[in-house]
């Protein structure tokens, strides 16, 4: 890799390994922060203090047990590098056998919007529902993953951190496009992978969830509904953001399987191991 293909990958992968074992360590979502939200030109702004005397809607709460599995790298074969290389690892062969048992079992591949129509609406979802997201845009998975989700018709989502499009080592804008006329959902992964909940500046955060949406929509021609929170890190402002810059859904990380209709913006996640057996006691976790 040219420039810093190699400093970029290395950052990526120590970052979502401490990820995974946070989401071990302490399943509860992260502390919340002050709210934000965009004004009509898109700039972020400070919502105001909400009226205890106005009436609150009490919707119905609805809840699920839906998969959502979040895939990283992909492989020909067992990598040779780092402990935090190997556990985002996930070979040819492993993901082919895991596509093979949701085919197997019975269980339905479906969207993430599919999910927040069932958690606001009350629309059905199929027995056994799973859904299939991809992490930061690794060129691997556009190589390795696209033969069995094509196999077995299985829709997915890859959340793209825009700024690293097109460099070494992750997906072009042609693959993308490829991606979304074979039936794939692209999502937003922000602009550069920070910390969400670390950023202090109201302006920063908004280019960080709005503008990586309308980099990807502009250059897509595509909505873009669906945001995945860096490191799985969010807050209250981040969460509100999410919801005013558009989007339908966001996805944390590595925290189980249960939804209810309040996490429609912190939904929760199964990182994939690279082993068909803890594969399936995951899709089981309660």
């Known amino acids: 890799m040219k420039g810093g293909g190699p400093a970029i990958l290395a950052r990526l992968w120590a970052a979502t390994l401490i990820v995974f074992f946070l989401g071990l360590l302490d399943p509860h979502l992260p502390s919340r922060a002050q709210e934000i939200t965009p004004n009509g030109e898109g700039e972020p702004l400070t919502t105001p203090a909400i009226d205890s005397n106005q009436p609150s809607a009490q ?37 082919a056998q895991q596509m093979k048992y949701l085919q197997d079992t019975g269980y339905h591949v479906i969207t993430f919007s599919a999910l927040a129509d069932y958690l606001e609406k009350g629309h059905e979802l199929p027995t056994l529902p799973v859904i299939i997201s991809f992490d930061d845009g690794w060129e691997t998975q556009f190589e390795y993953a696209r033969t069995a989700l094509e196999k077995y018709h299985f829709p ?131």
């Open 59 to 95: 919707p119905r709460k609805r809840t699920a047990k839906v998969p959502i599995l979040v895939y990283h790298h992909m492989s020909q074969s067992v990598s040779d590098g780092s402990r935090a290389l190997r556990r985002l690892t996930v070979t040819t062969d492993v993901f």
């Open 156 to 286: 997915a989502t890859f959340f793209i951190v825009t700024d690293y499009v097109g460099r070494p080592g992750f997906v072009t804008w042609p693959q993308l496009q490829i991606l979304i006329m074979e039936g794939m959902r692209i999502g937003s992964h922000s602009r550069s992978h920070p910390h969400l909940n670390r950023i202090t500046s109201p302006t920063e955060l908004w280019d960080q969830i709005y503008n990586s949406k309308t980099v990807l929509e502009t250059q897509l021609e595509s909505p873009v509904e669906e945001f995945a929170y860096p490191y799985g890190s969010y807050s209250v402002a981040t969460e509100v953001a999410v919801k005013q810059a558009g989007y339908r859904t966001a996805r944390g990380c590595c925290s189980g399987i249960a939804h209810t209709s309040a996490d429609v913006f912190a939904l929760r996640a199964v990182m994939v191991p690279n082993d068909l057996v803890k594969f399936e006691k995951y899709l089981q976790a309660r």
